[in-house]
């Protein structure tokens, strides 16, 4: 039974592309969260999402930044136009109900050039 | 915006117990007290978790205070691979929200 899948486990980027950030939850789990961990802080939470629906967004900036979990297929957390302050390890975690533990993949680190 | 106060950092020597503090004075009555640790490099992991009563498992104890308002995870012989971040917090027995702060940074000497 594999983990929570996170890839790619490294990405660099330019100023103004965009980033991609695929996570594959456990099997048979529907809920799905996003953190974010800024170099020697703390994780902050971005959002948390069931199939199809985006149930809390409000530690993700509102502009440049979205996410999603299709009925098919891995959650995405997508950065357009990305900025240096973009730069963070990115963590997903996902739960098999709403309340219980989560499981966290090894992250994606994104830098930003 | 985390509703635990852990310390910054904490010392252990190898295969010593370790007592890890966490204070949650407001907490409600249907908030658990989870704990997750964060290796270096890695994605946090579960550790332990519980509401009244004291719990154990392969990893860890969690004592919890008569009051609820604080409670102390307990590595019975710490490893040089316990070294991590170890994140104190409360999640309502039937939410999903689980904010992570500052935790408490665990240094293990041989």
């Known amino acids: 039974n594999a983990g929570v899948m996170q890839n790619p486990r490294h990405l660099v980027r330019r100023r103004g592309q965009e980033a991609r950030l695929r996570c594959s939850p456990m099997k048979g789990h529907s809920h799905v969260y996003w953190y974010r961990q800024l170099p020697e802080e703390g994780l902050k939470f971005m959002v948390y999402?069931?199939?199809?629906?985006?149930?809390?967004e409000s530690g993700m900036p509102k502009e440049r930044f979205s996410a999603e979990f299709p009925k098919e297929g891995p959650s995405i957390l997508r950065i357009q136009q990305v900025v240096r302050g973009d730069s963070a390890a990115y963590f997903c975690?996902?739960?098999?109900?709403?309340?219980?533990?989560?499981?966290f993949g090894s992250g994606t680190q994104l830098s930003v050039l | 915006d985390a509703k635990t106060t852990q310390p910054n950092s904490m010392e252990s020597n190898e295969e010593e117990p370790v007592h890890l503090p966490c204070n949650h004075s407001?907490?409600?009555?249907?908030?658990?007290i989870h704990w997750y640790r964060q290796l270096p490099s890695q994605g946090p992991e579960y550790v332990i978790h519980?509401?009244?009563s004291n719990v154990n498992n392969r990893m860890a104890s969690l004592a919890i205070a008569e009051d609820r308002k604080s409670s102390t995870l307990i590595l019975h012989r710490a490893t040089l691979r316990d070294a991590a971040v170890y994140y104190c917090i409360l999640r309502d027995f039937n939410d999903y929200d689980m904010r992570f702060g500052a935790g408490t940074r665990l240094t293990v000497k041989p």
């Open positions: 519980g509401l009244t």
């Open positions: 407001t907490i409600s009555g249907t908030d658990y």
């Open positions: 999402l069931q199939k199809e629906n985006i149930i809390d």
């Open positions: 975690a996902s739960s098999l109900t709403v309340n219980e533990k989560l499981f």
